[in-house]
């Protein structure tokens, strides 16, 4: 687990001015307090900020763009942001129709959005993100999770914002994808903070844990290595079973890396889902793989599914312009 | 170096067949002989197809689409495709104004894109791929090996073919960019090969191989972890050496992961190449960041240099849409 680092206290600094400069057209970076918003934000529109901390790039700071985020708020490696952060954030691109907070649900994520918002003193609202099905409580969580249903939530109500719904339409839309939106995840190796001289998780070659936080928090449990048909049906499984989709329910199938898993292993994990979903005869409509929402380098995926209405799903298929997302 | 896979002898057909699933709407895949192409490909322009082993992704396959490549010839892991699969994919996709192959330096590649442009006995044409400014000759190379450098050449050139140019056009403007790009890599960990139950590169802890091939190949010389500005001026310079770019050229600057290195790490990368490349008084016209060219999981990176005329910056500016890249 060696990084390309130069002082590691200072990596996530660095990192977002590498990011800064080279999505200078679309982006800027303030870096005291820390956020990054688009280049040329939209006070005429609701707008749409999320944050948490970092390491598990390109998520949010990567999402800055048209028909998706306003703004980021960047803490520190798996730290929350502060509550100046993200009233400058607000500050720095909130016009009247105000702001929805998107916050994955994380005990200090949750304290310093509601300190920001008290501070703003506004008509803002904001969506809790607790998608993840594998445990009910967790080292820096009560109730579950938020992962990587995050990205769908921050696509889908950042399409809404863009085609200028208000307020409580944005806390409608992101409330009602949260809900129709489950996910879990699976490790095979933890990873390495920039200031930390150990991995965050120590699991013996050939073993997994199902489950896994994307902190590396533990899951479900740990058990020897599977086939991928055999992890995947593990993962799907509690993610249908809470979900609970219709028959020919159109689907959104999300297979996100963790970081460290190479795109082939990940489509190998997303052609043994499509399998197991046509033998429960669900009809996938949209698809997205790919490390969106990672864990610095560890090995793993997770799998997220999102039931679409037909509204959610033209929001989905909404234009984007972002660092890691896009499509016209 | 634990792996999502059910068989391993399938990994590669598995992960191409959720590949093609996946990306339905833009690319098809053919099994046997195996090849991917655009599911509507355009028959009255030159066909730009490229090839090599697996184990790249995104590249090649990830590269199909408007505005790049018309079919990917993927091989088994780190092995050259058959002369059946090129020409079955140049069958597929080509019309009359014909095919440029585009090749990455390694000895089974040119013998079999060369066995399968004679069984062809057309007027086609190929671009070989040899920017890798590490060593000059390698384990499978005579000659300097093709790395991230190709990708540029593959994005250029598919433009210059959708814009209609004709095969000596485009063959000209590959052989340019070609010309004028350069790279260098490092690894910090070796990747291991899914039929395989060891790492392809012994890695201590601590020490970094300067100058790695995309196959685990030997670079340089190994040396002891340094900082992440020190890496990139040992990558740099060489590069920087071998160009001589102008005073003022304007330059693409790429900054490729190589499968297991975060987001985070490329861009404290990347922002130590635009400090050591300002130096310099170079101009960074456009850039790159992202795992494109992949070893696996490796933990990597490499540099690549294009400079960029007015002409090519058209080009590289002009609209993509595949799987992996995409800009409109």
């Given amino acids: 687990m060696s990084k390309f680092l130069n002082d590691p206290r200072n990596a996530v600094t660095e990192s977002l001015r590498g ?14 307090p820390r956020y990054v918003r688009r280049r040329c934000p939209n006070p005429g529109k609701v707008s749409i900020i999320a944050g948490g901390g970092s390491g ?11 028909g998706m985020l306003d703004a980021a708020v960047p803490g520190e490696v798996f730290s929350s942001p502060s509550p100046d952060q993200i009233l400058a954030a ?21 304290m310093n959005f509601e300190m920001a918002m008290e501070m703003r003193a506004g008509a803002d609202r904001r969506v809790l993100i607790e998608d993840d099905v594998a445990v009910e ?11 990587a249903g995050t990205l769908v939530v921050e ?6 914002a863009e085609s200028n719904a208000d307020l409580e339409q944005c806390a409608i839309v992101a409330a009602d994808v949260a809900a129709r939106t489950r996910s879990m995840g699976v490790a095979l190796s933890g990873c390495r903070v920039p200031t930390s001289d150990r991995p965050n998780l120590e699991l013996p070659p050939g073993e997994m844990e199902l489950g896994i936080g994307i902190h590396g928090e533990p899951g479900r449990r740990r058990a020897k290595l599977q086939s991928a048909d055999d992890i995947m049906l593990e993962l799907l499984t509690p993610v249908i079973e809470d979900l609970n989709p219709g028959s020919g329910e159109p689907l959104l199938l999300f297979i996100n890396g963790f970081g460290g ?5 990940l489509y190998i994990l997303y052609n043994a889902a499509t399998r ?19 864990s610095l380098e560890m090995a793993g995926a997770s799998v997220t599914l999102t ?3 037909p509204s959610l799903l033209s929001l989905w298929d909404a234009p984007v312009r972002t660092p890691a997302l896009r499509c016209s």
Avoid: Q, W
């Fill in 276 to 294: 197991i979903l046509a033998g429960r005869s669900a009809v996938i409509a949209r698809s997205l793989v790919g490390s969106y929402v990672t």
């Fill in 19 to 32: 990011f800064a400069l080279c999505h200078a057209a679309d982006v800027t970076l303030n870096e005291s």
């Fill in 155 to 160: 696509k889908i109500v950042g399409a809404a």
């Fill in 56 to 66: 598990h790039e390109p998520m949010h700071a990567g999402f800055v763009g048209f």
């Fill in 307 to 309: 039931r679409l209405s």
């Fill in 261 to 265: 898993t190479p795109l082939m292993e």
């Fill in 90 to 110: 607000a500050d720095a691109v909130a016009g009247k129709p105000g702001v929805l907070f998107i916050v994955k649900n994380y005990s200090g994520d949750i």
């Fill in 137 to 147: 409580t967790s080292t820096y969580s009560s109730g579950r999770r938020g992962v």
